[in-house]
């Protein structure tokens, strides 16, 4: 039971993360039509900023500084590599796209020289808790309330705000919000800038329960998350909350399977099975609508 | 238009770059005729073992910085070491092993990480040139090339120490062993360390996780589930880090077990202040040369690199020992060889024997150091530190 | 007549040049005291054999991408499935036991080359047809088998649109990598260690009885086949599937209108593209003397995507350019990158490890956003009509 537990709280908590992440891929989607490859490279250029701005200034300081600028990077990725390629064919996008997450990677390499980095142990989140039996870190029970919390306000903002109902109108037809005076590279601007911020809050999360950070972290989370978002149908938040959470928890479920069935290395290649059964069977995901496809 | 512009652009890229590579080249291959023997270090500064290689390089560095010169034939040459990375992958390993191929060295010290050992062995081996490896090792590295040598023990060693290790100490009866899937190293030690446990009585349950991994909470509860007396981790730096943190916010309370790469103050510092126990065996323990241990604090203080490539502090990594002992028997055999001819070197090899930090060296008929001890030492969570544990030998054979 | 004189010009240009890598290769053994650069051991020779395995993938991949319009990044897990085939099945039966030392010897017990040696005898002209006969068997098989498993994946898959497409592959080539990783099936795969121990580029020297090489072929072997096979894909694009594949991929509803059965054209490019690109993962089996599942990572699709993008997407010619520039550059010219420079006593600032790949990324990222047609655009490389324009500029300028 206290086994059951501990890895039911680790998928959730591996989902919550995957949350942060999946709803910047969801939004930029839905809008753009890009997989944004680099926005998980965004997430771990996030989490090596806080390790660097922790080391100089207080966590009242350097944590909000970690958002603004991560969030400043994903306004200034969308400016340089997508905003002048919106004619280009959507190939060309995702190939920047690729390009991007090339570039941060490098960069992460030649700064950091390539070491695994430390994430700083943040009071309280880094705590530890025992629940049933089971000792686990505040951040595992704080990150689903957190994300709960961020998706509410999140919605509220695309339902009950006019650059929400922008950003609606711009996922459903790029050009005729455009004919209506839609100011289209500010709303994919708040988008970018929006998906930056969550995955910045993400990243403190994550690498405070996970705190060994490579240049290549941000690959499979982002990955997952793309996957999430796809699972939950793209476009749609709370879908891509949901899809995150039973994501987390199939692959901690798969990871605790008694070690004699010997499929816990599959957990990677269950999300992409999972996420190829659903793109044939169910392409519009859990939550999404079906799309109609316009010549 | 563009594209003629473009076209343009990459030419004169190219052919600038031609000229740079090839001048580079050209003038390295003048130089060797003259009084430097060039040794050349194939070790990854990149890529997910670039932690290990840099703290090796640091013992070639200190060790290259301590005795510049060697004497040949009644001839002082000057010696140089020459860097290529190669990226810690195999597919970037061959061209970086022809990189130092065509730059002329004498013979190639490295690599940190069998698999990288093993993609740039036959470049070596086509080229007559001798690789005498310092920290890889997989046995399949030195079996079927003539020209590559190693100076620390093996896998199967290992894994028999720290089996040996398990039952002496702990009177362990089940192991939990984890390791990266797709990577040979810790498939290796898993597979090796389960045949001698098994063999000695007890029961192993082995584990693969996926590459790029963060979240092994699962794994180190399901090791507790099962009721594990040890957990056996031959995993690289970054996923080791990992595991002792979320072992020490888990409570896990079993003990850990690691082979030589978790022999780094990365991994040491993630144990700090926690109730964990870590014991890793390891090819040298800080303490065993005095002069070597003070020496090469000083260098790293020193120098601002050399203390980034260390991760920030001093301590001493067993494979910065065994960089600085690969690079003095490269200089025995290079003194053996009587001319500095590559030729000359790779024959005179087998028959070097030199009396290292990390212990006495010598070479068997495939290449292999012959090497019977192994340190073990554990992590003192206190301070902080590396405590020696116990000098532990193998299975009788 | 006119099309007859242009393939005979590409087979004499092609010849040419494969004539040319042989004496390149060969140059140091007839004339001594040549510079480095021209040693057979030199990295001239790896970047070329890198290259030109390297260019036969990117070729595979334009096929689909550039010219079929399906984009795929399923690259790195088609090349690891002909890696295997070719090693599995190269592996002399006498090293098996050595090779799969982890698990006892392997599963599989039959060995090609073996089999062939068994047919030829091992020594003189019997071993080289053995040797190459096996070779180009087991090659055409790692092909078969990449274009089987495209065949397979491409049922569910070849439906989906572009940027799915493109997810949904990349997960395929991550599955294939996690099974062959997979240490119960470690009797055939050899787990998580390298298959080693089968011929690869250097097996083709020709060399004497004492052992000393007589003709260097390293190098011109990887060219041949790679210029083999490019040669059929080129024909492939030139025939009416080709144009019923561009017709798809400039507008698949027109192309279905006119009568084009689009899954039919979509999966013939897309088994097609991954039989090239297993014989290309063959051949890389053969660049690096082993094949390990860890080397077939999303990052390796993604340097054979850059190149096809840089060499222009829809060009053959652009492809094959843009290899040997990005191998050359990646590997070999921008190297000084990576070392500490002094100029005088002042040391050249921003110089270290890792700096070589940051210079390369921001590289490719101007090539993408500033001439995303790439060095070809779509268009294919002709010396007669190059040298035509020149001609006419000077006499303009005269």
């Known amino acids: 039971m206290e086994y059951v537990i501990s890895v039911l709280l680790s998928g959730i908590s591996v989902g919550g993360q995957y949350a942060l992440i999946a709803i910047g891929y969801t939004l930029v989607y839905g809008i753009l039509r890009l997989i944004n490859f680099a926005h998980g490279d965004v997430f771990m250029v996030a989490g090596l900023m806080g390790i660097y701005f922790t080391a100089t200034m207080p966590y009242s300081v350097s944590i909000p500084l970690v958002i603004i600028i991560t969030v400043v990077l994903g ?185 004699s069935w010997d499929v816990s290395v599959f957990s990677d290649a269950f999300t992409f099975a999972l996420l190829i059964v659903i793109l044939v069977f169910k392409p519009q995901g859990l939550f999404g609508e079906a799309a109609t496809d316009k010549v | 238009m563009k594209k003629i512009i473009a076209l343009i652009m990459t030419t004169v890229m190219a052919i600038g770059l031609t000229a740079c590579g090839g001048g580079g080249t050209a003038g390295g291959g003048s130089d060797a005729s003259g009084d430097v023997i060039r040794i050349g270090v194939f070790e990854p500064s990149t890529g997910d073992s670039a932690s290990g290689g840099k703290k090796e390089i640091l013992g070639m560095q200190y060790a290259n910085a301590e005795t510049p010169t060697v004497e040949v034939g009644g001839k002082t040459y000057k010696v140089e ?73 093996l896998d199967n060693f290992q894994a028999d120490v720290l089996a040996n290790f398990a039952i002496d100490k702990f009177s362990a009866k089940k192991a939990y062993c984890l390791g990266e899937n797709g990577n040979e190293y810790d498939q290796g030690l898993c597979v090796f360390f389960k045949q001698v446990f098994e063999a000695a009585g007890g029961e192993v349950i082995t584990d693969s996780f996926p590459t790029n991994n963060s979240d092994f909470t699962s794994y180190l509860n399901k090791a507790k589930s099962e009721g594990a007396d040890v957990i056996f981790t031959p995993v690289s730096i970054a996923y080791a880090k990992q595991i002792m943190e979320q072992a020490a916010s888990l409570n896990i309370g079993i003990p850990f077990l690691g082979s030589d790469t978790l022999d780094d103050n990365m991994v040491l510092e993630a144990t700090k202040g926690t109730n964990l126990q870590l014991y890793v065996s390891t090819f040298y323990q800080e303490g065993g040369s005095e002069t070597f241990d003070k020496g090469i604090k000083e260098y790293i203080n020193g120098n601002s690199s050399a203390l980034a490539a260390n991760g920030g502090n001093d301590t001493i990594s067993a494979v910065t020992a065994m960089g600085y002992d690969a690079y003095y028997v490269a200089l025995e055999a ?64 | 007549m006119k099309k007859k004189e242009k393939s005979f010009r590409i087979f004499i240009g092609i010849s040419i040049l494969l004539l040319f890598v042989i004496l390149l290769e060969n ?49 790195a897990g088609f090349m690891l499935l002909g890696a295997y085939t070719y090693a599995i099945l190269m592996v002399p039966t006498q090293m098996k036991e050595q090779v799969y030392y982890l698990f006892g010897g392997c599963a599989f017990d039959f060995s090609l080359l073996s089999a062939c040696e068994g047919i030829f005898g091992t020594g003189g002209f019997g071993g080289a047809a053995a040797m190459i006969l096996s070779c180009l068997i087991a090659l055409l098989l790692a092909g078969c088998v990449s274009g089987f498993f495209a065949y397979l994946i491409g049922i569910p898959v070849l439906r989906l649109k572009s940027d799915y497409l493109a997810i949904a592959t990349l997960g395929f080539a991550e599955i294939l990598r996690a099974i062959f990783q997979w240490q119960k099936l470690g009797r055939i795969t050899n787990g998580a260690n390298m298959i080693k121990g089968f011929p690869t580029f250097s097996s083709f020297n020709i060399t004497n009885s004492s052992g000393g090489t007589v003709l260097r072929l390293s190098t011109f072997v990887p060219f041949l086949i790679s210029a083999l096979c490019i040669l059929v894909i080129m024909l492939l694009i030139n025939s009416s599937y080709g144009r019923a594949f561009k017709a798809i991929r400039d507008d698949e509803v027109a192309a279905e209108a006119m009568g084009i059965n689009l899954f039919r054209h979509k999966m013939m490019s897309f088994v097609i593209s991954s039989f090239f690109a297993g014989i290309g993962g063959g051949l890389f089996a053969m660049y690096v003397a082993n094949a390990q599942a860890k080397a077939f990572t999303s990052v390796m699709t993604y340097e054979i995507l850059l190149i096809v993008v840089i060499g222009g997407i829809g060009s053959v010619s652009g492809s094959v350019l843009a290899t040997f520039l990005y191998v050359a550059c990646s590997e070999w010219w921008l190297r000084f990158l990576d070392s500490e420079l002094y100029i005088g006593a002042v040391k050249v600032p921003l110089l270290r490890n890792g700096f070589r790949m940051v210079v390369f990324s921001v590289v490719i990222m101007v090539i993408v956003l500033f001439f995303s047609q790439g060095i070809m655009g779509d268009q294919e490389l002709n010396l007669g009509a190059l040298l035509k324009k020149i001609r006419v500029k000077k006499e303009r300028k005269e």
């Open chain 2, 334 to 397: 290079i003194k053996a060889s009587g001319t500095g001819d590559k030729g000359a070197i790779k024959a005179a090899i087998p028959s070097v024997k030199w009396d290292g930090v990390s212990g006495s060296i010598a070479f068997d008929s495939i290449g292999d150091a012959v090497r019977d001890t192994a340190y073990i030492k554990t992590a003192d969570t206190a301070s902080g530190s590396w405590a020696f544990e116990k000098v532990q030998t193998g299975s009788a054979k």
């Open chain 1, 75 to 259: 306004f200034v990725i969308e400016r340089a590599a997508y905003k002048p390629l919106r004619n280009a064919p959507r190939m060309s996008v995702m190939i920047s796209a690729i390009g991007v997450s090339y570039l941060l990677q490098n960069t992460a390499t030649y700064i950091t020289g390539g070491q695994p980095m430390t994430y700083p142990v943040i009071p309280f989140l880094a705590g530890t808790v025992n629940v049933a039996g089971t000792h686990t870190k505040w951040v595992v029970i704080i990150t689903p309330f957190l994300v709960l919390a961020l998706v509410v306000a999140l919605n509220q903002l695309i339902n009950h705000t006019k650059i929400g109902m922008a950003m609606r109108a711009v996922s459903k037809d790029f050009e005729t919000s455009r004919l209506m005076g839609i100011k289209i590279n500010s709303v994919i601007s708040a988008t970018f800038i929006i998906g930056s911020g969550l995955a910045a809050v993400g990243s403190v999360l994550f690498f405070t329960n996970y705190p060994a950070i490579t240049p290549t972290a941000g690959a499979m989370p982002g990955l997952k998350a793309f996957v999430a978002a796809v699972f939950g149908g793209i476009g749609s938040i709370p879908g891509a909350v949901i899809g995150a959470f039973l994501i987390g928890i199939c692959e901690t479920i798969i990871k605790g399977l008694p070690s």
């Open chain 2, 81 to 153: 070491l020459v860097m290529a990375d190669n990226g810690s992958s195999a597919d970037k390993a061959p061209s970086a092993a022809s990189e130092l191929v065509g730059k002329d060295v004498s013979l190639v010290l490295g690599s940190y990480g069998s698999g990288v050992s093993m993609a740039g062995g036959p470049k070596f081996e086509e080229a007559g040139l001798a690789a005498i490896g310092v920290t890889c090792t997989n046995p399949n590295v030195t079996a079927g090339n003539d020209y590559y040598f190693r100076i620390c023990f």
């Open chain 3, 27 to 75: 140059l140091s053994g007839f004339i001594p005291g040549l510079p480095q650069i021209f040693q057979p051991t030199s990295p001239l020779f790896t970047v070329l054999k890198k290259a030109a395995v390297y260019s036969l993938v990117a070729v595979s991949m334009n096929l689909l991408n550039g010219f079929t319009g399906l984009f795929s990044l399923g690259q």
